[in-house]
């Protein structure tokens, strides 16, 4: 019999098993299941098993204990994850015991930073600065405010420079502009911050865009169109100018 099977007929049964028990201590996660569901509480026998799991000693110390567990903490210390979530759900405040761990990693180090600290995190930024999402989100939702150590790695993210650019910046990036005028995001950029000029068939505009000091493929235009209305992005093209010439 399996430790599954084994854990399965007790949880069937509804009640516990002691002949099979020494079964369903061969694998951490049917005991952590078994302690949870089956026992309902501590199981002592099987805990200096699941305490060198960081993942299941991390739910048994939830779940079972409801509390601290001083025995695995050395063990979930380790993983930037589970110390994270100790730290979130139990221990409810900062484990410098964990920090090292924890600051290790771009993802927990963030959520740590906003979660646990609920503010900047100095010992961490360099690490999560190397990834644009979590960078962006420590700008946004940390800092408040730019943070140019983490524009150059931001600004080679188009998603996330877009959102950079609106929720941080509060206006065009045209540092990032080459990066997101190849990616999908080039449309809501340039609706966001660029206006759309509207003309209909009977109708031939000039337009100059000297004044939106533009780069690259924002670069200023002087934009012929006489067919009809067209998205910014299909018009700004070429050089001088796209699409025909007004004779």
Known sequence: MTPQEAYNKAIDAGTRFLELEPIIQQDVYYAYCYANYVIQ?????VESTIQQNA??????????????????????????KWAF?????IIKGRWPEAEATIAQNSEWAYCYAFHVIQGRWPEAEPVILQYAKFAYSYAFGIIKGRWPEAE??????????????????????PEAEEVI?????????????????VITKDQCAYFEWEKAGAVGFFAPR?????????SLIDIMIGNDVCRQDVN
Not at 62 to 79: H, M, Q
Not at 85 to 89: D, F, G
């Open 41 to 45: 509480g501590r199981w002592p026998e």
């Open 55 to 80: 993942k299941w000693a991390y739910w048994y110390a939830l779940n079972v204990i409801d509390g601290r567990w001083p025995e695995a903490e050395s063990t979930i210390a380790k993983n930037a």
């Open 85 to 89: 979530w100790y730290t979130y759900h």
């Open 152 to 173: 150059p790695v931001i600004q080679q993210d188009a998603q996330r420079a877009c959102w950079y650019a609106q929720d941080v910046i509060g206006g065009r990036w």
């Open 181 to 197: 005028a190849q990616s999908d995001y080039k449309e809501g950029y340039i609706s966001r911050f660029f206006s759309e000029p």
């Open 222 to 230: 002087k934009l012929f169109e006489i067919e009809r209305k067209e």
